[in-house]
């Protein structure tokens, strides 16, 4: 190798025969990081559901709705609980970061999945601080536990509901550094217990799919 400048925080390789060996033994570490997230997101496919017993009520610009309502007529629903609170003059950071890397909700929209922010600030708040950020995905308010009920208390979090006729279950649920990877479609519906529908994965027995990239469309296309 040679002599690292002052101010470089890299080596310099000696020929691009040696960088391409070094970039080769880095590809191997990330094709088997890889494969460990899609056996992880085979693992989380067969979890065991929770029912949901309960009704939560929610506030929209319409009016109000519950739970049911926020899955739009699709099987499966992704919540965001954003840490955005009544009165609140300094919104979370992060969670607002979470908010800017959103997908085009069409890509899950056609794999059977909804995704909605929640927070307990009043409507209103929540209506000018999406408008603020230029966020167009559903952010609503949740107007009682249903923030305590799964896993949220006080800080933020994320949860998977699968709607099967009336009932709903949660299926997942994570916070943390959990959602920090978060932001492509594919990444979301993995999460989720029907996960990309894709041919190749390790689903549950009766899951639908179809070959990879086959179902991909231009969002306005679907």
């Given at each position: 190798?040679?002599?690292?400048?002052?101010?470089?925080?890299?080596?310099?390789?000696?020929?691009?025969?040696?960088?391409?060996?070094?970039?080769?033994?880095?590809?191997?570490?990330e094709?088997?990081?890889?494969?460990?997230?899609?056996?992880?997101?085979?693992?989380?496919?067969?979890l065991?559901?929770e029912?949901?017993?309960?009704?939560?009520?929610?506030?929209?610009?319409?009016?109000?709705?519950?739970?049911?309502?926020?899955?739009?007529?699709?099987?499966?629903?992704?919540v965001?609980?954003?840490?955005?609170?009544?009165?609140?003059?300094?919104?979370?950071?992060?969670?607002?970061?979470?908010g800017?890397?959103?997908p085009?909700?069409?890509?899950?929209?056609?794999?059977?999945?909804?995704?909605?922010?929640?927070?307990k600030?009043?409507?209103?708040?929540?209506q000018?601080?999406?408008?603020?950020?230029?966020?167009?995905?559903?952010?609503?308010?949740?107007?009682?536990?249903?923030?305590?009920?799964?896993?949220?208390?006080?800080?933020?979090?994320?949860?998977?509901?699968?709607?099967?006729?009336?009932?709903?279950?949660?299926?997942?649920?994570?916070?943390?550094?959990?959602?920090?990877?978060?932001?492509?479609?594919?990444?979301?519906?993995?999460?989720?217990?029907?996960?990309?529908?894709?041919?190749?994965?390790?689903?549950?027995?009766?899951?639908?799919?179809?070959?990879?990239?086959?179902?991909?469309?231009?969002?306005?296309?679907?």
């Amino acid at each position: 190798m040679t002599e690292t400048p002052q101010g470089r925080i890299g080596t310099l390789a000696n020929s691009r025969d040696d960088w391409t060996a070094a970039l080769d033994k880095l590809r191997e570490a990330e094709k088997e990081l890889t494969r460990a997230h899609d056996r992880l997101a085979a693992e989380r496919r067969k979890l065991p559901w929770e029912p949901v017993g309960q009704a939560y009520r929610f506030e929209t610009p319409e009016g109000h709705i519950g739970l049911t309502d926020l899955f739009a007529g699709r099987r499966q629903l992704i919540v965001y609980h954003h840490m955005l609170k009544p009165g609140d003059t300094s919104p979370c950071a992060g969670c607002s970061m979470v908010g800017d890397q959103i997908p085009h909700l069409a890509h899950l929209h056609a794999r059977d999945t909804s995704l909605v922010f929640v927070a307990k600030a009043p409507i209103d708040e929540i209506q000018a601080f999406r408008q603020r950020m230029g966020w167009e995905f559903p952010f609503v308010s949740t107007l009682d536990q249903f923030n305590a009920d799964f896993g949220v208390t006080g800080g933020f979090g994320l949860n998977v509901f699968f709607r099967d006729g009336e009932d709903i279950y949660r299926t997942y649920f994570t916070t943390a550094r959990g959602v920090e990877a978060l932001g492509t479609p594919w990444t979301f519906l993995d999460l989720t217990p029907l996960g990309r529908q894709e041919d190749w994965e390790d689903s549950p027995e009766g899951v639908s799919q179809t070959g990879p990239y086959r179902w991909w469309r231009l969002h306005d296309a679907y």
